[in-house]
């Protein structure tokens, strides 16, 4: 009977040591799963590659050889499992994707797409004051503006891989001031702006401020439209002699640094404004609300937008509505919401308006 009871004991123990073995070998798969089914950290090195081929075939994206590529595919994979675990959180408010953007460091993306330098404007014709200060909002505009149902706002432009953001935002903002005063919404240069608005500081794909771009309009005599002096991304020889005025300007001011102002200013007009945009989250963003936790830890203007609208989410947060010119492939087609009440980005810090 000993030998039976020996042989039975030990089919038990390798037939436990077996279940413990094929547990052992199932954890790893399952926490795979569980990762792909989160979308965080999802990809293994195949599927990474496969799917950086696909981004490049989407983004009509190549390189110039196969180093090129192997780097663009390390930071590509950083910038995707950056994207997948921030969209896996279910508490965020805001969306990123994969964008045209994500084969760039950040410090690659902010040499070449933003452009602003916060610096004051010392132009004669910078009016003292705050022309909106004293404005009542009305029930309608206590709720929502958006410029763009108003007729004021042209379309998403792309200011590519020149640094000069400050061109576009007062252009924009010109563009809608116009609007306004004449009916006519007309597409102004940022081109004319890029090549000849030299005075202040300005320094065309190597940054410049809005207000210098307008003291540049006001000092032209005007600025012309985008068919008459095209945008090339690329600073040229000043043309301004040879087109004709399209829109001219008396002045500008600048907002108080608040938001309650600059939604006062934003109810009566398009607002060019500075912005915070070092934090990852602002180049791979694709919608929602982007909240201020998600700005960068400490705020530093580096590029402008115009604010053209606010509102309220259905869940209640408010938010600015913020013109871009990064094409209508990044965030929601070209334009961001912003939280609104809480200093985001430092989004009142450093606005400005063009005056008829």
Known sequence: MTPYFGNKALAMMLLLLT???VAMESIPYAFAA???SSGAGSYGEEAMKARHETWMAKHGRTYRDEA????RLEVFKANADFVDRSNADGGRKYRLATNQFADMTSDEFMAMHTGFKPLSSSGANKLPGFKYENYTLSENDQQAVDWRQRGAVTGVKNQGSCGCCWAFSAVAAVEGMNQIATRQLLSLSEQQLLDCSTNGGNNGCQGGNMDNAFQYIIDNGGITTEDSYPYTAVEGTCQSNSVQTAVTISGFQN???HETSLAMAVANQPVSVGIDASSQNFHMYSGGIMTAD????TVKLDHAVTAIGYGTDDDGTPYWLLKNQW??????GGYMML???TKACGVAMQ???PIA
Do not use: D, F, H, T
């Open 19 to 21: 279940i413990v073995v």
């Open 327 to 332: 094409g209508v492939n990044w965030g929601i």
């Open 294 to 297: 998600a700005c960068g830890p």
């Open 34 to 36: 569980r990762e792909l």
């Open 68 to 71: 090129e590529k192997a780097r």
């Open 339 to 341: 939280e609104r009440g």
């Open 351 to 353: 606005a400005s308006y």
């Open 255 to 257: 907002v108080p640094a």
